[in-house]
C-alpha cells in the first residue's frame, strides 16, 4: 500500500469507525491493543525481551533519561544512538530534513526539560500518524481543498510527503525573522494555522498587517497560559484550539482550549501518578500501543495534568497542561518540611498585579532564592508593577505557610529567548 493510501486508510479509520458506546468498551479494546502490541516489542526490543509474557504493570515505568540511556536496545530497528545523532544534528545544522536511516525518519526534541531526546518513526509509523492526526483536526472533509501552515522549530517529512492536489501543507522555519514568515503567510491564506503559543502571540501582534482569516488556530509545543489564550482569541477573532503533540506521541487535541483537551485514548493508555493530596494534579504514564519503532511503554512524561470533570464521550478530558514538574516551586516551611507551589498560582500572582505585563519570568534558584523579569507594556508603569508582584508573591507564599524571612525576591532585566527554544514563564532550577 502506498504512503498515501496508508493515511487515507487511517484517516477514515479514525474519522469514522473508531468510537466507543462506552468506557468498558474502550478499556476491553485497549487491553487487546496492549496484549498484541507487548508480544511484538518484547521479540523486537532487546531491552524488553526479558518481560515477554509479562502483563503491562509487570513492565518498568521509565522517562526520557532512561530510554536515551538504552535507546540503542530500546528500539526495534537496530539504529545506534550514535548513527542517530549523527543524522539528527546534521539535519539540525543544514536545516534539511530528508535524510533517513533505511525508512525511518530521525529527529530531536526542543528539550524543555534541559536533555534533549532523540525519537524515530518508520515511513508506515510516519502515514498512519498522519492519517489519525487529519482525522482529528481537519475542519472538512480530506478531499476538500486545505491550506494548512505550520510554524515548527524544525520542518519534517512528516508533512512535506502529504502534499497533494487537494491538501497543502507549508512549513515556516522559526529561526527566519518572523518579518519575511509574516509575509509569507500573507501570500499563503492558510485554512489552518498551527504554531506554539509564543509565535501565535506574536502573529497576534500582528495581525493588522496581514489578511488570513483560518477556519482553525492551534497552539501547539507549549504551555498555553490563559492570558495568551484570551489575547490570541481575541486578535483572532476565533476560539483557539491546542494540539498536544510531543515526542512522546500525537497525546491530546481541542478545538477550543477553554473548554479542555481531549487525550487520544485510542492510541494511548494513560496510568495516573497524582502529585497532590487531593488527587486534581498528576503525572502521566503512558503507554502508545501504535509505536513499535522506538516503542513507549509506561513512559513518566515530565508535565503536569489536571483532569477536567466534563465529559467528551469516553475520552479522558484535561482542563489544562501546568506545565512541567520542575515548574514545581518547593520552598520551605516555618518547620522545615517541603511545600509546593503549582505554577498557575504563581502565574496567577504575576497578571494580578494591576499593570498589563507583555512577558515574564519567575526561576526558582534555590529553596531561598527567587528570580522575576518582566516587560511592562508601558515602561513608566515598571516601578508600580513590579512592587505589587513583589506583595502578590510575598502573600502567596504566606498562604502556603513557608517561612518567608528566608525568602530572598530579586528582579533583574528580561532576556528574550532563542525564537527556536520553547518558551518556558516559570522554572525551578534545581
Known amino acids: 500500500m502506498s504512503f498515501k493510501l496508508i493515511i487515507f486508510y487511517y484517516y477514515l479509520k479514525y474519522k469514522f469507525f473508531m468510537k466507543s458506546s462506552n468506557k468498558e468498551k474502550l ?65 539540525e545544522k543544514t536545516r534539511n530534513f530528508k535524510e533517513k536511516y533505511n525508512n525511518i525518519t530521525v529527529g530531536l526534541s526542543s528539550g524543555t526539560s534541559g536533555n534533549r531526546g532523540l525519537f524515530i518513526i518508520s515511513d508506515f509509523e510516519r502515514a498512519k500518524w498522519t492519517g489519525i492526526i487529519l482525522a482529528k483536526l481537519l475542519p472538512d472533509f480530506i478531499l476538500k481543498k486545505q491550506k494548512i501552515a505550520l510554524f515548527l522549530r524544525a520542518d519534517s517529512e512528516l508533512y512535506n510527503s502529504v502534499n497533494s492536489r487537494v491538501l497543502k501543507f507549508r512549513f515556516f522555519d522559526m529561526i527566519n525573522d518572523y518579518k519575511n514568515n509574516l509575509k509569507e503567510l500573507d501570500r499563503f491564506k492558510p485554512d489552518i494555522l498551527i504554531a506554539p503559543a509564543s ?51 500525537f497525546l491530546g487535541y481541542s478545538y477550543d482550549s477553554g473548554q479542555g483537551l481531549k487525550i487520544n485514548e485510542d492510541v494511548l493508555y494513560i496510568e495516573k501518578e497524582y502529585i497532590n493530596n487531593e488527587k486534581t494534579r498528576f503525572i502521566p504514564v503512558i503507554t502508545d500501543f501504535e509505536r513499535k ?18 465529559s467528551d464521550g469516553d475520552f479522558m478530558i484535561l482542563d489544562k497542561i501546568e506545565g512541567r514538574e520542575d515548574d514545581i516551586f518547593i520552598l520551605k516551611s516555618r518547620d522545615g518540611k517541603d511545600i509546593k507551589i503549582f505554577p498557575d498560582f504563581l502565574r496567577r ?82
Open 27 to 91: 478499556l476491553s479494546f485497549q487491553r487487546r491493543k496492549i496484549k498484541k502490541h507487548l508480544d511484538y516489542i518484547t521479540k523486537k526490543s532487546g531491552y524488553y525481551s526479558e518481560y515477554r509474557g509479562k502483563e503491562l504493570k509487570d513492565f518498568p515505568v521509565i522517562d526520557k533519561k532512561i530510554m536515551m540511556e538504552n535507546f540503542d536496545t530500546v528500539n526495534t530497528v537496530g539504529l545506534s544512538k550514535n548513527h542517530a545523532l549523527e543524522i539528527a544534528m546534521n539535519s
Open 199 to 249: 509565535m501565535l502571540k506574536i502573529l497576534a501582534d500582528n495581525i493588522e498587517n496581514i489578511d488570513i482569516k483560518p477556519n482553525r488556530v492551534f497552539s501547539c509545543a507549549e504551555v498555553l497560559t490563559e492570558e495568551n489564550r484570551e489575547y490570541i482569541n481575541r486578535k483572532f477573532n476565533k476560539k483557539i484550539g491546542e494540539i498536544y503533540q510531543a515526542t512522546e506521541g
Open 293 to 310: 519503532s522506538q516503542p513507549v511503554i509506561r513512559y513518566r512524561l515530565n508535565d503536569i495534568w489536571i483532569e477536567s470533570r466534563r
Open 349 to 430: 500572582a504575576l497578571m494580578f498585579s494591576g499593570g498589563d505585563i507583555q512577558e515574564y519570568n519567575i526561576i526558582q534558584k534555590t529553596f531561598t532564592d527567587i528570580e522575576v523579569s518582566f516587560i511592562p507594556r508601558n515602561y513608566k508603569d515598571y516601578d508600580m508593577i513590579k512592587e505589587k508582584i513583589k506583595e502578590n508573591l510575598y502573600d502567596l507564599f504566606s498562604s502556603f505557610d513557608t517561612d518567608i524571612q528566608r525568602i530572598n525576591l530579586t528582579f533583574s532585566a528580561y532576556e528574550k529567548k532563542n525564537r527556536l527554544a520553547k518558551k518556558r514563564d516559570i522554572k525551578r532550577e534545581f
